[in-house]
């Protein structure tokens, strides 16, 4: 049978999600306790990749096995044994077929900014000293919607067919003296929303106009886009499949 595994991680400790030869990962971290507890070698596929440094709220990611469990007592024996930065939310039972990552049909990210030192804060955040227009970030935000090619907020030598993504939701808002983005599409390239992140915070700071922004984004070149944003402030917060409550709205029509 065929299992989604629903989790979230801090990935401070982590060199992302996809498993590594010489360094953790939490697709190591979770496949080997899943393996452990069920005394069988499992093989885990994520919904997608995240980098160093990243974190997730909700994360998901597929195993098959023909060991018979009862999902509440796995799930619990999970939490005990995994380290404390890794929490398992929940187990479904799906179809055979189904797919962590092809068939997730919508992806939402988070990128927290902090424009006052906080030591509480900025361990999950990025410090920016400097005064942000956060209005002109977000009329910068809107040009997404004029596009469906981002090869200029990819990593460069990836392996991608494609650099074409359909953004659904790109948005600044104040949460006290943080800044939250927020943004959500079909499918995301490497290193995308940190590079996306950057370029707009340089928006903010006046380094970029909104007609360069444009520019950028026409011009397919990762060089002409800014910095990517450090990782410890971007956060994956919620994967969506038609058939699991609770990722996306059931139509009642």
Not at 27 to 35: H, V, Y
Not at 103 to 128: I, M, N, Q
Not at 155 to 163: G, L, P, S, Y
């Amino acid at each position: 049978m065929r299992y989604f595994i629903e989790f979230a991680y801090n990935g401070k400790n982590y060199h992302g999600w996809q498993q590594q030869p010489n360094a953790p990962s939490v697709q190591e971290t979770l496949g080997k306790a899943i393996a452990v507890l069920l005394r069988s070698d499992i093989e885990i596929t994520g919904a997608g990749r995240t980098d160093t440094g990243v974190h997730a709220k909700q994360m998901f990611a597929h195993f098959d096995t023909e060991i018979s469990f009862e999902v509440t007592i796995l799930k619990n024996r999970l939490n005990s044994y995994l380290p404390k930065d890794i929490a398992i939310l929940k187990i479904h039972t799906v179809a055979n077929d189904a797919h962590a990552r092809f068939d997730a049909v919508k992806r939402t990210y988070e990128y927290h900014v902090t424009t006052v030192k906080d030591v509480f804060e900025e361990p999950l955040s990025w410090y920016c000293h400097q005064a942000l227009d956060m209005e002109k970030m977000n009329q910068a935000a809107k040009i997404l919607f004029e596009f469906s090619d981002f090869q200029c907020f990819s990593k460069v030598n990836t392996d991608v067919k494609t650099f074409q993504c359909k953004i659904m939701e790109a948005y600044w808002k104040q949460d006290g003296h943080k800044l939250v983005f927020t943004i959500a599409a079909d499918r995301f390239l490497r290193n995308m929303v940190r590079a996306i992140v950057g370029t707009l915070v340089a928006v903010g700071m006046g380094k970029i106009s909104l007609e360069d922004f444009r520019k950028i984004i026409e011009s397919k070149n990762r060089n002409e886009a800014g910095a990517s944003a450090p990782a410890q402030g971007l956060f994956l917060t919620k994967v969506e499949y038609p058939y699991i409550c609770g990722t996306q709205p059931i139509d009642k029509n």
